[in-house]
């Protein structure tokens, strides 16, 4: 019999449509100056163009789009640090300032969302529980990385695998949050450069005790 390929039904797509326009409307909003706190669902949906019903079918409550769009951030985030490798093609100090460079310019495009996310962070235990175990992801792929330099001899055996790549994800998020809050984008380049060298002299390719 013929395999068929099933295809996503139109109330998919018109699902799919409206949630992307929520989102999106969301992130209009916070560019425009009002904080996530202030901000209503009857805003939203009227943004969107949606009753707050409809609103309701798509959503559970306001931190529910919230986790959602700060899913999808971390992900992009997330597939910008790993496709860094220390030996791969755009591996090495200038390959890694690179990296931090795309990921300041990915925060920078949804500086807002950012900002909204440490917002409700610093009050909400679900938004700041979901933001830390994301942050997990990026130590674990770190630590992985670092035990296979070490296996390779390229990074020293004394090094903490687990201890490095929490104080690099941790505090370099920090560095980058910050820059991003606090700066126009001038210095950008320089920033990203400087964690790059911080780390790969530090951590990578830090001399043997």
């Given at each position: 019999m013929a395999s068929t390929t099933r295809r996503p039904s139109k109330s998919a797509?018109?699902?799919a449509a409206l949630e992307n326009r929520i989102l999106s409307v969301i992130e209009e909003c916070l560019r425009g100056g009002v904080t996530y706190t202030e901000l209503s669902v009857e805003?939203?949906?009227?943004?969107?163009?949606?009753?707050?019903?409809?609103?309701y079918l798509y959503f559970r409550d306001k931190v529910d789009v919230l986790l959602r769009l700060s899913g999808s951030l971390k992900e992009e985030s997330y597939k910008i640090a790993a496709s860094w490798t220390p030996t791969g093609s755009d591996g090495g100090v200038e390959g890694l300032a690179r990296t931090y460079g795309l990921i300041l310019r990915h925060y920078r495009e949804h500086a807002a969302l950012l900002a909204a996310i440490n917002e409700v962070a610093a009050y909400d235990s679900q938004v700041h529980e979901v933001w830390s175990a994301d942050q997990h992801r990026f130590i674990d792929n770190l630590v992985r990385v670092l035990k296979t330099e070490q296996r390779a001899g390229r990074t020293p055996a004394d090094i903490d695998p687990e201890l490095a790549a929490e104080l690099i994800v941790r505090g370099g998020g920090q560095v980058l949050a910050q820059q991003v809050s606090g700066s126009d984008g001038s210095d950008d380049d320089a920033v990203a450069q400087e964690l790059a060298r911080s780390y790969w002299y530090g951590v990578y390719r830090r001399p043997e005790s």
């Open positions: 797509d018109r699902r805003q939203i949906a009227n943004a969107a163009g949606i009753s707050r019903s409809t609103f």
